[in-house]
């Protein structure tokens, strides 16, 4: 069975830190990228950040560069997201995905093959 499961959201106040792990099971951990997406209160779901796990390339919203760090470990199969000077807007259900493997990573939605349940992350100012 193809699992993905989030854990490690939370409350937060402006400027704290948290880490987002995403494990997973059930396929080929380095046949596919590995992103984050968040969706906000009346928002769209976004790409955060992805890897590719067969190279490391990684890529970065704007509004996560300089603050958040994806990493994972592959003999674990578990990929984090250490989110670093969070803001209130950063508010949001953050879900970790398996997406098609990519010569040029996109980190796109629509590339994805598998969802977590997503976990919530809120920032208080």
């Known amino acids: 069975e193809v699992q993905l499961v989030e854990s490690g959201g939370g409350l937060v106040q402006a400027g704290g830190s948290l880490r987002l792990s995403c494990a997973t099971s059930g396929f080929s951990f380095g046949d596919v990228a590995i992103g984050w997406f968040r969706q906000a209160p009346r928002g769209q779901r976004v790409p955060v950040s992805c890897?590719?796990?067969?190279?490391?390339?990684?890529y970065y919203a704007d509004s996560a560069k300089g603050r958040f760090t994806i990493s994972s470990d592959n003999a674990k199969n578990l990929v984090y997201l250490q989110m670093n000077d969070l803001k209130p807007e950063d508010t949001a259900i953050y879900y970790c995905?398996?997406?098609?493997?990519?010569?040029?990573?996109?980190?796109?939605?629509?590339?994805?093959?598998?969802w977590g349940q997503g976990t919530q992350v809120n920032v208080s100012s």
């Open positions: 890897i590719n796990e067969s190279d490391g390339s990684t």
């Open positions: 995905a398996a997406l098609y493997r990519e010569i040029a990573l996109t980190c796109r939605a629509v590339t994805a093959l598998y």
